[in-house]
Each structure stands twice: as C-alpha cells, then as structure tokens.
C-alpha cells in the first residue's frame, strides 16, 4: 500500500477516537462499524458514573470515552493484540466490587486475556496499565490504544515485516546499548517518532520503514524485549541491524503487492 500524510495521521487529537480512526481506517475501513457499545441501561449507569467521576475521579477518561464506544467489543483493537475479553461494560459493577475488596483498592481491571491473567489501570501510580504478577505494559490506557492499534494494523502498511527477539532477558545496560543503536538508526534514516511512545514502548516510521518495540521488566534489573521491522527491504535489517542490536529473528513474512 502506498503511504501518504504519515505525519498526519499520527498527530494527536483532542479526540483520541479520530486519532485511532485516522491510522487505522486506510487499512481496516469496517472497524468503527465493529464497536459494540453497551446496552442502553448499561451506558445510562456508564454515564451516571462518569458524571459523579467529574467530582471524584478515578478512572481516567480516555478509559470512560472508550467504554461508552466499544464496551461490548472493541473491533479487536485490544483483544487481538492481547488476546482476551473486553470488559468494559461491567465498569460500575467492577468498580463497587473492587471498593469493597482491598485487594483491589488501588487498582482497576480492565482486561483477561486467555490465560485468565488480569491487566489493571493502576490508580497510585498515574494510571500506568500493569498486568498481574507486578509488571508494567504501559504509561497510560489512552497510549495503550495506539500502542496495540500499531501493533495490529502496522503490518498493512508495508509488503513485508520481521519479528524479533531475545534469547534472554537483558540487562538494563545492555538496553541502554540497544537504544542507542536504534536512535541512531532513527536518525540515520530521519524517521519519525510518536507521542504515545513511553518507557515501555517505541514505535518509529519513515516511508521507506517503521518499527516498534516493547519492553517489559520481569524483575529487578532484568527486561524483556521484542518487536517487530516493517519494510521493503527486509533483508537489509535482519543482514545489518538485528546483528547491531543482538536480537534474532523469530518470524518473517511477505505479502504480494
């Protein structure tokens, strides 16, 4: 697919939903038309909810404004990419639940994935998204959007991609070796970088390449690190900088024009 007004598409909105609608519509035209949103008495206590947040909040409202357009199914923009239930419509109920269990006092589930494993918005500490066992995924749930909705549509964009990895957890110094290569790659190749990007994600583009990359802390001094290429020229990337960075290859994929 030929790339046009790259730079547009990802300008940040005072309506994220445009946002998200701007990159992934060229590609994927029927997802807004697959947003579910809650059941009418639903989104009445939905709103009754969001109304006495405007004295109290809690939930961020990137949170709440996604909830009133896909509470019911979210067109796969999160459950593709993390692979499990939306749970969205039981926002009130999980909330009155949660109130009542101190477990969960400063924490708000948001998220299953298949494995039963929870993600939460976390409420002491900026509303990061962390998932169960301690971690975090994310520095907000507005940047969690596009952050999945890269990692699901990017691939349409290009006739070719590479996904790679690590054989191992790195060290926090040798990340620190791996971003400086890739800021140099960046801007060796005057690509663009994204406001949603944040300390545990990295997406950047040009017309000719784009990637992303994740990172995830297990424990203390350890980081889990994996991404993905986009390109015509794959071949270049995994012949030159996968070497520089000391990652493999995991998978590789093309597609006809």
Not at 91 to 119: A, H, K, S
Not at 191 to 206: G, I, R, S
Not at 208 to 229: L, M
């Amino acid at each position: 697919m030929q790339i046009r007004n790259r730079i547009k598409m990802f300008e940040k909105r005072v309506d994220f939903m445009e946002g998200l609608n701007a990159y992934i519509s060229p590609v994927d035209p029927g997802w807004r038309g697959r947003l579910i949103p809650p059941e009418s008495e639903k989104l009445e206590e939905l709103q009754m909810y969001l109304e006495m947040q405007k004295e109290n909040p809690k939930v961020p409202e990137s949170y709440l404004k996604f909830a009133c357009y896909a509470a019911e199914g979210d067109g796969g923009l999160l459950s593709d990419v993390l692979l499990g239930e939306f749970c969205l419509a039981r926002l009130p109920e999980i909330i009155r639940d949660q109130n009542n269990n101190e477990l969960f006092v400063d924490e708000l589930n948001c998220f299953w994935n298949e494995m039963d494993v929870m993600y939460f918005i976390d409420k002491k500490n900026d509303d990061k998204i962390s998932c169960e066992g301690g971690f975090y995924v994310s520095s907000s749930f507005e940047n969690l959007l596009f952050q999945c909705a890269v990692q699901k549509y990017e691939e349409k964009y290009f006739l070719k991609y590479l996904g790679f990895d690590y054989e191992g957890w790195l060290s926090f110094d040798q990340k620190k070796d791996v971003d400086i290569v890739l800021k140099e790659f960046i801007q060796r190749n005057q690509m663009q970088t994204v406001w949603f990007n944040d300390e545990y994600f990295l997406f950047a583009y040009n017309q000719e390449y784009s990637f992303w990359i994740t990172q995830t802390e297990y424990q203390k001094g350890e980081v889990a690190v994996s991404g993905v290429f986009y390109g015509n020229d794959i071949d270049k990337i995994q012949r030159e900088l996968l070497p520089q960075i000391g990652a493999v290859a995991i998978y590789r994929r093309g597609r006809s024009t």
